[in-house]
């Protein structure tokens, strides 16, 4: 069975700073997504970034990008030029692309601060 | 616009009083499921429906059942809520063969006391 895991609970950071949120992962297949979503107070869930585990390069979008480390099963976040509004709970999820059930399989989560 | 509903956005209820919390997609997705947030553990999935009367157990089952009598609407049922699944709940759906792109709905909240 798969699992995620995000060893940091909470992180806080100043306004502008940059900040690395970390999640490893295991599975047995070769062929997945990795995700990161943000949750904020209203508790909606937004898709940050998605990497394809066949492309070799790392997924960006615009401030956010992720460090895929395949071998390492790793799949961490860096926040570049982080705003008051990234504060937020952050979750890494994986999903089989051979899974009938379209399953997502989260980690805990990590609980993101931006200070001013 | 296209969007993932759920009702009731907020519920508090008592033990063993039966609850139905709606979802419905105007995207004509033939994939919807439930999943459960609870701190420290993230999401999991209760319940899953790859089309109109076709359902099956996710990780987390017990307690709950679905239907999916029309594409556009997966209701999820406690037929006798307890304590334990007092939690935030989420409906997502997703179009066959995209299995990367997953819409969720803005989360319902039960309490069970």
């Known amino acids: 069975a798969q699992t995620v895991t995000q060893s940091q609970p909470e992180m806080s950071v100043q306004e502008a700073e940059t900040v690395t949120l970390s999640c490893t992962y295991d599975?047995?297949?070769?062929?997945?997504?990795l995700f990161w979503y943000k949750q904020p107070p209203s508790r909606q869930m937004i898709l940050v970034i998605r990497q394809e585990a066949y492309k070799q390069q790392n997924a960006t979008e615009n401030r956010f990008s992720v460090n895929f480390q395949k071998a390492a099963k790793s799949f961490s976040l860096k926040i570049s030029d982080s705003q008051l509004g990234d504060t937020a709970m952050y979750f890494c999820a994986f999903m089989s692309m051979w899974d009938s059930n379209y399953q997502l399989i989260w980690g805990a989560g990590t609980k993101l601060i931006i200070k001013p | 616009e296209a969007q993932v509903t759920q009702n009731p956005r907020y519920l508090i209820t008592v033990t063993g009083k039966k609850l139905t919390v709606t979802c419905s997609q105007n995207m004509n997705h033939e994939y919807m499921s439930w999943y459960r947030q609870d701190p420290g553990l993230g999401l999991r999935q209760i319940y899953y429906?790859?089309?109109?009367?076709?359902?099956d157990k996710g990780d987390v089952p017990e307690g709950y059942k679905v239907s999916r009598k029309e594409k556009r609407n997966f209701p999820l049922i406690l037929e006798s809520p307890s304590p334990n699944q007092t939690s935030l709940y989420f409906c997502a759906s997703t179009p066959a063969g995209r299995s990367h792109e997953q819409y969720f709905g803005p989360g319902t909240r039960l309490t069970v006391t």
């Open positions: 599975t047995s297949e070769s062929n997945y997504y």
């Open positions: 429906s790859m089309n109109v009367e076709v359902t």
